[in-house]
């Protein structure tokens, strides 16, 4: 029997760094090209190992992320936004479209894990072990428990002021009308290792420098991040991988848990079996005596012999597979009452139209960029789902980045949109030339 796969696929990659209400006033040229230039760098050392002879698509992703978490620009990692009491509790996540057992994981209310991206991977990949590596059979798993098997599996381990930087601890401070002085941060910031959050310490004293905002996790002119970092890989083998992490809402509520650990929600992979003509299910015309026999002993109906393929007619409808990763960024809450990502697949996956990208050959079914479109570009789902309160809350807004293959062909496809003010994003386009953009248009200095 002839393989349902190719031969090859050519890998592929997509990342992005976080959505919001990001617009050309509040990020000025020197901002965009720091953001470029680390988008850029680790989209290239990405694509080096990638390229790299059995490089597996869950290695790259994480490796990816783990670079993000590392880097202040984004949140997550040393990067990620405050709590409303001065704390930080990270999430991260991982999903393949197939290989491992659990499939996908998310970790989460994390404070001593360096990078939460790679305690994710190391719960999925110790999924194949009996007893989960100490996970057992769980899923997701937050706190201490979390950080404890974190510790036990030899991972890096940190105090949580290593998480600190000056620019988040102040946005945290702005919208809620509290002082940014640089005595107070170094304050916080010893005591946040002995325990004590902001809630605990001795608050009179400080000024009030301005009005807090109206609405302490999302302005209108300010861009408060609540967004995330992911990167969606295809390795050769035809595998997807998401991996998604992030600090969550600027100034949430402590254990709020947010899309990215959720499965479904902020994040996505899976791999299905289709058919390479258009309906997945033989079409049989009756005969006029099986006709007769249908309408008159409904019961035999369904012993009636189909007539059997040709073999040219049975290459031609052999089953091939499709698969898909997306990682989601932007007002967690929204993509949770959604399931946001799992949507955006379910539309690729059972519903039809006419093939309209690479990836789609002779599959009728939806391609996952109008899936996405649906779910996050301008007026879809996450939008709609904000009613009257969209552009005053900041619920509904946030984009996606994913990707596709056809198995019969191995070609793939990289996706992205968004409705809010703009998304951090790269990608190598159909040429091969590595992309970054910001906006839906280029970002003019």
Excluded at 9 to 31: F, K, M, Y
Excluded at 224 to 252: F, M, R, Y
Excluded at 305 to 327: G, I
Excluded at 425 to 441: A, E, H, I, L
Aim: hydrophobic share 35%.
């Amino acid at each position: 029997m002839l393989s349902s796969k190719p031969a090859f696929v050519t890998p592929n990659i997509i990342i992005h760094g976080g959505c919001g209400n990001i617009t050309r006033d509040n990020l000025p040229p020197d901002a965009y090209e720091a953001y470029r230039a680390s988008l850029l760098a680790i989209l290239d050392g990405a694509n080096s190992k990638l390229c790299q002879p059995g490089a597996k698509a869950i290695d790259v992703a994480t490796y990816v992320v783990s670079l993000l978490e590392n880097d202040t620009l984004f949140n997550a990692g040393h990067g990620a936004v405050f709590t409303r009491t001065g704390t930080q509790e990270l999430e991260a996540s991982v999903m393949v479209s197939r290989g491992y057992r659990k499939r996908g994981v998310g970790v989460m209310k994390l404070s001593h894990v360096k990078n939460p991206i790679l305690l994710a991977k190391e719960m999925l990949i110790r999924g194949n072990e009996d007893d989960g590596g100490g996970a057992q059979g769980h899923v997701q798993l937050a706190g201490e428990s979390c950080e404890q098997l974190a510790s036990e599996w030899g991972l890096d381990m940190v105090k949580p002021s290593y998480f600190w930087t000056k620019k988040r601890w102040a946005e945290h401070r702005r919208a809620l009308g509290k002082s940014t002085d640089d005595a107070i941060y170094d304050r916080n910031r010893e005591a946040i290792d002995d325990g004590h959050d902001e809630s605990s310490l001795d608050m009179g004293k400080e000024a009030v420098t301005s009005e807090p905002f109206s609405n302490p996790t999302w302005d209108s002119k300010e861009y408060l991040p609540q967004g995330t970092v992911g990167c969606c890989v295809l390795d050769s083998e035809g595998v997807t991988c998401v991996a998604t992490s992030t600090g969550g809402i600027t100034n949430k509520l402590p254990g709020r848990i947010g899309d990215t650990p959720t499965i479904g929600a902020g994040f996505w992979a899976e791999e299905w079996t289709v058919s390479s003509t258009s309906s997945s299910q033989p079409f049989y015309v009756a005969s006029p005596l099986g006709r007769i026999i249908s309408d008159c002993l409904p019961s035999l109906a369904g012993y009636l012999r189909l007539p059997q393929q040709s073999k040219e007619e049975s290459n031609c409808s052999r089953p091939s597979y499709r698969a898909v990763a997306m990682s989601g960024t932007g007002n967690g809450d929204s993509f949770l009452r959604l399931n946001a990502a799992r949507t955006a697949a379910a539309i690729a996956r059972f519903t039809s139209q006419a093939p309209s990208s690479p990836a789609v050959s002779s599959d009728s079914h939806t391609s996952l960029q109008a899936s996405v479109t649906t779910v996050a570009g301008s007026n879809g789902m996450l939008q709609q789902s904000a009613e009257d309160r969209w552009r005053k809350t900041g619920e509904g807004e946030g984009g996606i980045i994913g990707l596709e293959v056809d198995g019969a062909s191995g070609k793939s496809a990289v996706v992205a949109d968004f409705n809010c003010g703009g998304m951090f994003r790269t990608w190598y386009d159909g040429s091969g030339k590595p992309q970054m953009m910001v906006f839906k248009k280029e970002y003019e200095v």
